[in-house]
């Protein structure tokens, strides 16, 4: 449409504008006409059916008092004289019928008499069905008076009202207060269908739209006179021009037979057939010196593209060099990270073992010492390889939809018991939260982590303090999460902050010999927050402590993503079979799986494998990725071939059990048939989640006996700010630690208490949301009682509160106490995981 106004004529234009204009005058005239009109009869329609309403409520009143239905019903037979009245009721003052006329009413199946009685008291607002949407006129006329459609009051005598009401049906109800003396003894109901007035409007409507098409058609023939006084010049001048265009006689010029601004145009064109021909002279000067100029120049730009092409060559061989490097340093931090992840992974699995075993006191404390520093090792190869992957741009983020509340907890509470250690005061504190958002939970994770581990570990005494906080941005659909993680330790000179967010730097050199690490954390930590598009600083005052903040925006999501639950320590009736060329890993995990109840069978590599997937039936294979004679992808590629021309139905599951960590080994597992992709190190839980995941659950035997408990330490250091999740004194006042059946009795009801409570988060955030009071109090009640059989003190707490909540049907603040409800929870596993011994 746009297009074709800007191709029309000049004549076209001017008229369609004219019209145009006028019509929309002639719019806002009728409309104003219209809109008056149709308020001014309304109201008129209203006041007449108020002053009959006068005037029957009046000679029916005697008749209510009286109880004269004969009397009632004559007096409402009058109304035949006014055909748009088409039903009129009479209601006692406790909401009875008393007398009824009717001929074409259509009934509203939602008024009753006792509704009407209590609108006209003013006990309620409205009746539902009762006011349905205003016209396009009413809402067009609302901006001096109320729209139409919702309720008018015409204060009666106080506490009364007389009241008009439109049903969906389009007709008038308006209900009238009887009274004697003052005193209220009925309502009078008058139901108009709006006949007279609509039939009026229609003709009314009508006349305004005759009068608006002939004043436009009228409009429209004057227009198309008018428009040639502008047309006419400007069609001799588009002439003109043509002519010029087409001879190139740049002499012509245009005779001027008028001095307005088309005489005036003229000028302006005969001065611009002027100046085009200086410049076609000079043009003709100017060419002569170019070709000589030409000529000059191209021997000199011949001889500066030689010398080009020489600083290219030099520039695509440095790139060729530097592209080379890079291959080679990303292969060498795989091979690094797999040499070093294939010994740490049977070092780690070896200290799980020992560990089970039966040791002196000072024997488990260096088993301890002795993976805790194999952890840290590990740790720094993952930070090696994360800065890598970073820097090198090959870095990508996993956003999925998580539960905020749980991955906070998670994080935070994996460093209670090492802030109990040092005497310092732990706390979180957090804002209502979003339930669940899109993000990367787990390297959201690892930043909190490395603040909250920096905290405690350059903090001697005093508090550390886990504060998030939500804030909106201007898109709905996103959320601000702000954590900020104080302690009160050695603090920071402020020209040493901005340098501990570079890699390789503390703010200290000495602080590598005293506290240790590599100086990587903060630098990827600022590296991953802004690729999350967020930011990360710190305030700090050397001795007073330290404050370190970051913030993200992620995604709000509807609903919180399910979460896959393993039973832990789950035992199996499967046969495995484990493709592994590195000794140590053999024995691991052979001695990992077989205590997981599993028949293993160990080959050394692919082509062992191969070979005995045909001579024997296993339900699972752990395949090593790197090994010789054939290594683990040609082996699955092998293994995938055969199952296809064999048509094998049910594949059997292949999960890589690597040292490659990189986000390309996954891919490249996944690409040639794996199913899954575990990294080295693993853990025997690693295992047991794998084999539960992918294993029929007929395989599933059941879980290990509990495990024994052993009583906690009496000089324990408790969380100055929070205290213990679990009293225990209860337990031991409830139960004998030395008695095995009080073991395994506790053991089982630990079990019992988790799996028990995670349904019922479920459970109670699906009824928040759907706003069942009833069941939040059921839910909340049940979750009571089970945590105060584990001593859950806290928690037992929070439930009553949310308890209290659903019983007086207040659920504003629902999700804040579900919130630390969650929180307590994990507190309470912990706990309860501190407590239980491995023996």
């Known amino acids: 449409m746009k297009i074709s106004f800007r191709d029309a004529s000049i004549r076209y234009k001017l008229m369609l504008i004219i019209g145009a204009a006028s019509l929309l005058a002639l719019l806002v005239v009728a409309s104003a006409i219209i809109i008056n009109e149709y308020i001014t009869r309304k109201q008129e329609t209203e006041r007449n059916l108020s002053s009959l309403a006068d005037m029957v409520s009046w000679n029916s009143s005697v008749a209510l008092v009286f109880v004269d239905y004969q009397s009632a019903e004559q007096t409402l037979s009058m109304l035949r004289t006014q055909p748009e009245v088409v039903a009129a009721f009479l209601y006692k003052d406790e909401g009875a019928v008393f007398a009824e006329y009717k001929t ?26 009762m006011a349905p949407a205003p016209s396009l006129v ?57 006949s007279r007035l609509n039939t009026f409007l229609f003709q009314f409507y009508r006349i305004i739209g005759m009068i608006v098409l002939f004043t436009l058609f009228s409009t429209l023939l004057v227009s ?21 265009a087409i001879e190139k006689k740049f002499t012509t010029r245009v005779e001027k037979t008028r001095n307005d ?49 020489l600083a290219v060559a030099d520039a695509l061989a440095s790139k060729e060099e530097a592209e080379m490097a890079n291959r080679a340093k990303s292969q060498f931090l795989a091979n690094m990270s797999h040499e070093i992840r294939t010994p740490m992974n049977s070092v780690l699995g070896m200290i799980d073992f020992l560990s089970e075993s039966d040791l002196t006191q000072e024997q488990r404390h260096s088993v301890e010492i002795v993976q805790q520093s194999a952890q840290l090792l590990l740790r720094v190869i993952n930070d090696i390889l994360d800065f890598s992957k970073i820097e090198s741009g090959k870095f990508v983020l996993d956003y999925h939809p998580f539960d905020c509340n749980q991955m906070i907890g998670k994080s935070f509470y994996l460093f209670e018991n090492q802030a109990k250690v040092k005497g310092l005061g732990y706390r979180l504190i957090h804002s209502e939260l979003p339930a669940c958002v899109e993000g990367d939970s787990l390297r959201l994770s690892q930043i909190l982590v490395n603040l909250l581990s920096n905290a405690i570990k350059f903090t001697a005494q005093g508090e550390v303090t886990l ?13 601000r999460l702000l954590f900020e993680v104080s302690d009160t330790g050695i603090g920071i000179e402020e020209d040493k902050q901005a340098l501990i967010f570079d890699a390789f730097s503390q703010a200290d050199g000495s602080m590598t010999r005293v506290f240790g690490g590599t100086g990587l954390g903060l630098a990827i930590a600022r590296q991953l927050v802004t690729l999350m598009e967020g930011n990360i600083g710190v305030t700090s005052q050397p001795g007073k402590g330290a404050t370190f903040w970051f913030w993200v925006e992620l995604e709000k999501k509807a609903a919180v993503p399910a979460e896959t639950h393993f039973v832990a320590d789950c035992r199996f009736s499967a046969r495995l079979l484990v493709a592994e060329d590195y ?6 995990a052979k001695r990992a799986l077989e205590s997981l109840g599993c028949q293993v069978k160990i080959v050394n590599n692919g082509l062992e494998a191969v070979d005995e997937l045909q001579r024997e039936h296993y339900d699972l294979v752990f395949m090593d990725c790197q090994m010789p004679v054939m290594d683990g992808y040609q082996a699955t590629m092998a293994i995938r071939r055969r199952e296809s021309e064999e048509r094998v139905r049910t594949p059997i599951p292949v999960i890589a059990l690597t040292a490659h960590a990189l986000a390309e080994d996954r891919a490249k597992c996944l690409a040639v048939g794996m199913d899954e992709w ?11 989640g794998v084999l ?16 024994s408990i052993a009583a906690p330490a009496r000089n324990t250091v408790e969380s100055s700010s929070q205290g213990s999740a679990i009293d225990l004194s209860f337990l031991l006042q409830n139960f004998n630690f030395d008695d095995p059946n009080d073991i395994e009795f506790m053991g089982h009801l630990k079990q019992v208490f988790q799996q028990n409570a995670e349904q019922t988060f479920k459970s109670l955030q699906l009824s928040i949301e759907s706003n069942d009071a009833d069941q939040v109090r059921k839910l909340a009640h049940s979750l009571k009682s089970i945590s105060a059989n584990v001593g859950a003190k806290e928690l037992s707490s929070r439930c009553y509160m949310l308890e209290q909540a659903g019983q007086q049907n207040k659920l504003q603040n629902a999700e804040a106490i579900l919130a630390g409800m969650h929180f307590e929870f994990y507190r309470v596993l912990t706990e309860l995981n501190d407590i239980f011994v491995k023996q």
């Open 678 to 688: 575990v990294t080295k190190p693993f853990t025997r839980q690693d295992l047991n």
């Open 224 to 244: 198309a006179r008018l428009q040639r006084i502008f047309s006419t010049p400007v069609l001799e001048l588009m002439q003109a021009m043509k002519a010029v």
């Open 104 to 129: 074409s009413y259509r009934a509203v199946e939602r008024l009753a008499g006792r509704q009407i009685i209590r609108l006209v008291k003013k006990e309620i607002a409205s009746i539902e069905g």
């Open 138 to 194: 009413s809402k067009v006329g609302g901006w001096y008076k109320s729209p139409f459609g919702l309720t008018a009051n015409r204060p009666s005598e106080a506490p009364f009202s007389e009241l008009t009401l439109y049903d969906r049906y389009g007709q008038l109800h308006l209900f009238h207060p009887i009274l004697i003396d003052n005193e209220f003894v009925g309502v009078l109901h008058l139901v108009d269908d709006l």
């Open 583 to 588: 000794p140590a890993n053999q024995l691991l």
């Open 467 to 479: 504060r998030v906080s939500s804030h909106p941005i201007l898109s709905e659909s996103k959320v």
């Open 261 to 309: 601004e088309f005489g005036q145009l003229i000028d302006v064109y005969n001065d611009m057939l002027a100046e085009i021909r200086q410049r076609d002279e000079m043009l003709d000067k100017h060419r002569a010196d170019l070709e000589f100029q030409v000529g000059a120049r191209t021997a000199e730009l011949s001889k500066k593209n030689e010398v080009l092409k």
């Open 692 to 707: 539960q995941k992918w294993l029929p659950e007929r395989m599933m035997v059941g879980a290990e006996p509990s495990r």
